[in-house]
């Protein structure tokens, strides 16, 4: 599967912003989508994944709240809206795929990655 991420771009602290994961490929609807960031001298890192039928979700603890994950299979698209964005949010964004059910906080679980999409919140 072919992941395309889109929807980065530069906001206020306190705003909100939608970021978007395109599939093509093989069926979307059998994976489980992550969402992982990292900002420049650091690791990547989880944000939120999503089940395969969207019965689940999950979050870091630093985005608890304020993000939202969310998925239409008929589209081949998973979302991530991010509120109350914080100067700390400013990363790369990067959606994923996985067959695997457990461990979805890993990258290491991750089999397909799309390009990145730079999200910037100024203070």
């Known amino acids: 599967v072919q992941l395309q991420a889109s929807g980065g771009g530069l906001v206020q602290a306190g705003g909100s912003l939608s970021v978007s994961c395109a599939a093509s490929?093989?069926?979307?609807?059998?994976?489980?989508i992550g969402w992982f960031r990292q900002a420049p001298g650091k690791e990547r890192e989880f944000v939120a994944a999503i089940l395969w039928n969207g019965s689940k979700s999950y979050y870091a603890d630093s985005v608890k709240g304020r993000f939202t994950i969310s998925r239409d299979n008929a589209k081949n698209t998973v979302f991530l809206q991010m509120n109350n964005l914080k100067p700390e949010d400013t990363a790369v964004y990067y959606c994923s795929a996985t067959g695997q059910n457990h461990r979805l906080v890993s990258p290491a679980n991750y089999d397909y990655w799309g390009q990145g999409t730079l999200v910037t919140v100024s203070s």
């Open positions: 490929g093989r069926a979307f609807s059998v994976y489980n």
